[in-house]
């Protein structure tokens, strides 16, 4: 394998990776979309961080 045959490949990876986003990104567009029309709030993400002043606490 030579530097062109890697650079092809690692373009097809990425634009294929950046599509998967895209659709994931407008699939969450579309159910916001449709909690609002329902009168819902949308979603949120839960956070995975822990905060510091949740690490301070000591376990719960």
Same mark, same amino acid.
């Given at each position: 394998?030579?530097?062109?045959?890697?650079?092809?490949?690692? #373009?097809?990876? &990425?634009?294929? !990776?950046?599509? @998967?986003?895209?659709?994931?990104?407008? *699939?969450?567009?579309?159910?916001?979309?449709?909690?609002? #029309?329902?009168? &819902?709030?949308? !979603?949120?993400? @839960?956070?995975?961080?822990?905060?510091? *002043?949740?690490?301070?606490?000591?376990?719960?």
């Amino acid at each position: 394998m030579g530097l062109t045959p890697l650079t092809l490949w690692i #373009a097809c990876l &990425l634009a294929v !990776r950046n599509q @998967r986003i895209l659709a994931a990104h407008q *699939a969450r567009q579309d159910d916001s979309a449709r909690r609002a #029309a329902a009168g &819902l709030p949308p !979603r949120t993400r @839960r956070r995975k961080r822990t905060t510091l *002043a949740g690490l301070a606490a000591g376990p719960p």
